[in-house]
């Protein structure tokens, strides 16, 4: 095994180990029934210039499909909302540049 794939493989295991400590919290403060979560870290390995396949560690708190499609429709709006305006694609169309 390459040295940068031990890497990866030990970062996995330390995020697996932290979802322990998250479930463990989670149990401590007696939250199952009130704490909806997704959590998910991968790392890439590029296939080819185009692909890449993921290698990932997850953890999911939620008890149906209607509350795994809440949190997904509120990861997705609040992915809108931080990724702000494309000002390239606005300031582009003008002939303007940032760089």
Known sequence: MNPQDMKEDEFLIEVQRLFAEYEDLVDKYEMRDQVLSIFVAGVLEPVDESMSNMRAMYNYIVDNRDELDTL???????????????????????GISLN
């Not at 429709?73 to 809108?80: G, P, V």
């Open 72 to 94: 997904i429709d509120f990861i997705d709006k609040s992915y809108e909302e931080t990724k702000g305006p494309d000002l390239d694609g606005l300031l582009g169309g003008l």
